[in-house]
């Protein structure tokens, strides 16, 4: 009996191995950006180059399932391990891609847009080259094909205030000094660590506390500035987060904004227990600054003196004796 020769595809196994390849490249910059083992230019770079080798994983996929359905012969176990793995791959830098597209957000935010608090330390973009570049290419020319707009600077600035209407200043019933505590207390709490403090003086005296955070998933560093000052009221607080990197995380500035809000919140509500006679809302500000309280109460009637006032001249008579006054003649 004549055997003829099997077909046997080699775009199978090279798709397997490709496949394996990409996953690892993918894998190891995920979490060696994720321990600060890499910057982001290196890991931006490292997830393109796995998005490629991923790619091409799928391309010799497809092509030997091709060549198996028009030929026969073995090859199907490698090539579905290869498309497993293209797959794999291709998810950190789709991840990635989707956050920045999803997820669009200020690097720089802070509650009050006129006069942000001051970051000392500062991580310059420009020390990221390749990101930097990357980031602004994506906003001038693809993000405006899908959203039919450019978004400049200017732009982003003006739609600002109805995309974060929560990130807005605070004010809080107690000193200056009493907020300074909770906030330290609150960047505690979440393990930021504080890096440069102004502690108060006196009460009333304005602080600042600034702090290193990071994001859950992909560790990005961000500086996250308290400003504390005196109001009216009791103590008025600022927050300001900006991104060391344009690269974006599933938590943004505004969620770090939000986490400084409400861990203060918890510690105002353990320390003190009703934190309705803490905070205070704008209109509650402007009906107070536009009526005052008086400090005496309101009188329907001119008030009058108790006695009669009397003044002594010195053509009256001086009384002589114990058992006369000066009234009589």
């Known amino acids: 009996m004549k055997r003829y020769a099997v077909y ?3 775009a199978a196994p090279a798709s397997r191995k490709l496949g394996s390849i990409g996953l690892a490249v993918a894998a190891t910059a995920f979490l060696a950006k994720r321990f600060g083992l890499i910057d982001a230019d ?3 770079l490292s997830l393109m180059v796995a998005a490629v080798i991923a790619l091409g994983a799928l391309a010799l996929a497809f092509y030997a399932f091709n060549r198996i359905w028009a030929r026969g012969g073995p090859g199907v176990p490698a090539a ?32 009050d847009a006129a ?18 570049w990357f980031d602004d290419a994506l906003e001038q020319h693809v993000w405006p094909a899908f959203t039919g707009a450019a978004q400049d600077g200017r732009l982003q600035a003006d739609r600002q205030p109805a995309r974060f209407a929560d990130i807005v200043s605070r004010r809080y019933r107690i000193s200056t000094a009493q907020l300074h505590a909770a906030g330290a207390k609150a960047l505690e709490g979440l393990n930021w660590q504080v890096v440069d403090e102004l502690p108060p003086d006196l009460l009333d005296a304005a602080t600042r506390l600034q702090a290193e955070g990071s994001s859950q998933l992909l560790g990005l560093e961000t500086d996250v500035v308290l400003r504390i000052r005196p109001d009216p009221v009791g103590a008025l607080l600022d927050v300001r987060a900006r991104s060391r ?12 904004i939000r ?3 409400a861990e203060i919140d918890r510690v105002l509500l353990e320390t003190y227990g009703d ?10 500000v402007e009906e107070e600054e536009l009526q005052p309280e008086p ?13 009669k006032p009397f003044f002594e001249e010195e053509d009256a008579p001086v009384a002589d004796g114990p058992d006369q006054t000066d009234l009589e003649g």
């Open 8 to 10: 046997r595809t080699s």
């Open 42 to 44: 290196v890991f931006v």
């Open 80 to 111: 579905l391990t290869g498309t497993v793995f293209g797959l794999l791959a291709l998810g950190p830098p789709a991840l990635v891609v989707g956050i920045l597209i999803l997820r669009p957000g200020a690097h720089d935010l802070s509650t």
């Open 115 to 132: 006069q942000p608090p001051e970051i000392k330390l500062r991580a310059i973009a420009e020390d990221q080259p390749f990101l930097a």
């Open 245 to 256: 990197t344009p690269l974006k995380d599933l938590t943004g500035n505004a969620d770090h």
């Open 259 to 261: 986490s400084v809000f």
């Open 275 to 284: 934190l309705s006679r803490l905070a205070v809302d704008e209109s509650q």
């Open 295 to 307: 400090a005496v109460e309101p009188r329907e009637t001119i008030p009058l003196p108790g006695f």
